[in-house]
DNA sequence: ATTGTGTTTTGATGTAGATCAAATGCGGTT
DNA sequence: AACCGCATTTGATCTACATCAAAACACAAT
């Protein structure tokens, strides 16, 4: 393009009052930041946050083995995260969507342990993990809001072991989607209809099952009268049915 | 017993000093603690695990819904943490031995979310959170420390939804005993003879299985001179062939 | 020693979900 | 419009593991 350096040049002065304004105005604040901070601390935590990076769909943000050195905010778009077995059997241990934090699982080994792989076109604000230990030992809100975020990671996950480890395959998928609508909701979507990011296959894999089973209980589910499925839309048309899906096991 | 107050009296001495140089001394010092840190640092560690508490086989550390204040460390014994599900089925979401730490699931909602269970007698160190967050924003490297925790757990976990969601019954078994053998090791016990600390029923649980088919396993491995299984005690023969068992799987 | 209680082993049978297979549908490319 | 590759649905069959059942065993209490 004969005017790409323009465009550039403008850009820059875009691009910077948009990262120095970042935080302050996301609308995603709540689900990132602690409450209550300063308008000073809110300056340092978004100069902390220094980098917008654009994953397009079907790329990674990291890989299995890669060096450590950013946690990621979703500012939108979906992410699946995912463990690849040696002998290529892989396991979706993760969905993320704006709001939620990518990459905690890097702290330990000081290398990523799984790959994060966005589902649509996406966009993440990189948050470089030695000025977040900077910036949390002077910010005690901040502290404890990140110790927050690691410890809700610990438990979704337990969660999805409950999931794998003792429920059948409708309570699973009617558990997945009724999760997912209470996600949607916390960040004004509708609860009641979406579309999903993500294919059968990787919906089997999160809630350890084929993709055939996961199609099944969806037909079943919408010939049930609890949803309605057309390809990846979904709508719920009973939160109820759904929640007694998993309420009625024989033990 | 008679004597009891005198026994009493000589023992606050003998608690106080064993508490002030409890971390220095612990021979888990190096599971617990980050390398490197400076005399003083470790006096103000000390000072805050301030309390031993002494779990009976049986009892519980603490339960889901209990308000969460302090993490614990593992000083001797041996527990599993569960979660119950409300029709009454649990899933055992982990075995913690000496050194390691436990707790950390409570930090995101100031309750704990799953019951630590003590499955022989055991001792933990309790650490006060609101300490730990001081210190850590005092001391960089226990800050990290804590980080690595928090982000192990969280591979730790995402390592066994891989193998409650992709493993076939005798990977999970042949993974279990190599992951008992390996942190045995590190421990200095001997990673090839140990005492299981848990029930069919518990190993059961943990990898989604029922107690006649962990119980058909072990007696197969035994069979094939993998290893010798007596009750609780368990001999590895093969290191090789355990590994080999989750190697070959036809995807 | 004896009784009781809980754990483990082993066998026989049942079943939820996997696998195999084929048809249908959809979005992107030429 | 026609084609291709991929996702989804649905049916038929298979199988790994669960379930049911019973015996053997370990350990604690009396």
New interface residues.
């Given amino acids: 393009m004969a005017n790409g350096e323009l465009a550039r040049q403008q850009n820059t002065h875009l691009v910077l009052t948009e990262l120095k304004a970042a935080c302050a105005n996301c609308n995603l604040r709540e689900l990132c930041l602690p409450a209550g901070l300063t308008d000073s601390e809110l300056d340092q935590i978004e100069a902390m946050v220094n980098v917008r990076r654009k994953i397009r769909r079907g790329e990674t943000l990291y890989r299995v083995g890669e060096v450590f050195d950013a946690v990621y905010a979703v500012r939108s778009g979906f992410f699946k ?1 995912r ?1 690849t ?7 979706v ?1 993760g969905f993320s969507m704006a709001g939620e934090i990518l990459g ?6 000081g290398t990523h ?2 790959d994060a792989v966005a589902l649509e076109d996406s966009e993440v604000c990189s948050i470089p993990y030695v000025r977040l ?1 900077e910036l ?2 002077e910010i ?1 809100g901040l ?2 809001h990140f ?9 979704r ?6 999931l ?3 429920m059948r395959a409708e309570e699973r998928i009617a558990a997945f989607l009724l999760n997912l609508s209470q996600r949607l909701n916390a960040r004004g979507y509708s609860p009641l209809e979406f579309h999903l990011r993500m294919t059968r296959e990787e919906i089997g ?4 099952l084929k993709l055939e089973t996961v199609s099944r209980a969806f037909s079943k589910f919408d010939k049930d009268g609890l949803i309605e499925v057309e390809q990846k839309f979904v709508r719920i048309l009973s939160i109820e049915g759904l929640k007694q899906i998993y ?1 009625h ?1 024989v ?1």
Same sequence: chains 1, 2.
């Fill in positions: 995260s463990l077995y040696e002998d290529g059997r892989d396991q241990t905690l699982d890097g702290i330990g080994q342990n799984c230990e949390s030992r005690d502290q404890r110790h927050r975020l690691m410890s809700r990671e610990i438990v996950e337990s969660g999805v072991m409950m794998l480890g003792v894999s999160y809630l350890g309420a096991h033990n």
